[in-house]
């Protein structure tokens, strides 16, 4: 069950599989929860809600659907009922935690950062990397780019990798930075400014 675009994996044998267009898999499954006349418990609903809020930027995102911020009552409803572990959380308090939990590059490892949330693609004759880091204020990244383009150039060595980049996304002012290594020429015609840093601003993509 998933809510990304589909891939070139293959299968040995057929596979029940769901994909659909959604802003995240905690959607799907607070359905499915919901159409089989059943209610998850506190603990297991709070789970999902953290997996769907921070997908969706507490339901802002421009891939944020109706059916995701149904899914979003319904399991705030799940979550937040006594004697779960979330007493007195709403959606917009609990998301703020989980947000800033996830957030910030100080205190992370160089390779956790440019790891985490990395997806793997091949187009045309190219295979690389794009992965995402959060953060509050994209000053911090001023700070940590040099060893997250490190990380980012050895991320491309491991893996045989044509390029690697990580957007660091501002998760208050919705917009992100491109922080590239060994980038092809075709990219120079990507419509965002670049900077002095060698980064790229990317006003308004969060995703």
Do not use: C
């Amino acid at each position: 069950m998933d809510h990304h675009r589909l891939g070139n994996h293959s299968t040995h044998i057929p596979i029940r599989f769901t994909v659909d267009i959604v802003g995240s898999t905690s959607t799907l499954i607070s359905e499915r929860i919901e159409d089989a006349g059943l209610s998850a418990p506190p603990a297991l609903a709070g789970m999902l809600l953290a997996g769907l809020l921070s997908d969706t930027l507490i339901l802002t995102s421009p891939t944020t659907t109706p059916r995701d911020k149904l899914a979003g009552e319904r399991l705030s409803r799940w979550a937040f009922k006594k004697p779960g572990p979330l007493p007195g959380e709403t959606i917009e308090s609990f998301g703020k935690s989980i947000i800033q939990a996830g957030v910030g590059l100080e205190s992370r490892d160089a390779m956790d950062i440019v790891t985490t949330d990395l997806k793997l693609y091949q187009a045309g004759r190219y295979n690389f990397a794009i992965a995402q880091a959060e953060v509050t204020n994209l000053l911090q990244l001023a700070d940590n780019l040099e060893r997250v383009k490190t990380a980012l150039n050895s991320l491309r060595e491991q893996r045989g990798l044509d390029f690697a980049m990580l957007m660091v996304t501002d998760v208050v002012g919705n917009s992100s930075r491109l922080v590239m290594v060994n980038p092809p020429p075709l990219l120079d015609d990507l419509p965002y400014p670049h900077l002095q840093d060698g980064t790229l601003q990317a006003n308004d993509v969060v995703f």
